[in-house]
């Protein structure tokens, strides 16, 4: 596969993908960006109580 046709897949790819929008209705941008903050403040807390000789 070239580097050519690569690029021809891509950009076709992208533009179908500006049709549909990408982002499915169930998902709620408020819920899933307070889920991630969470879950990496637990990643946060988790990590600090490994490093407690520091």
Known sequence: MSLHSTAAQLVTLAA?????G???QSLN?????GGAFLALLLLL?????FNRDR
């Open 16 to 20: 179908e993908g500006e049709e549909h």
């Open 45 to 49: 807390w988790i990590t600090t109580r």
């Open 22 to 24: 990408g982002n499915h």
């Open 29 to 33: 941008p408020l819920f899933v960006g």
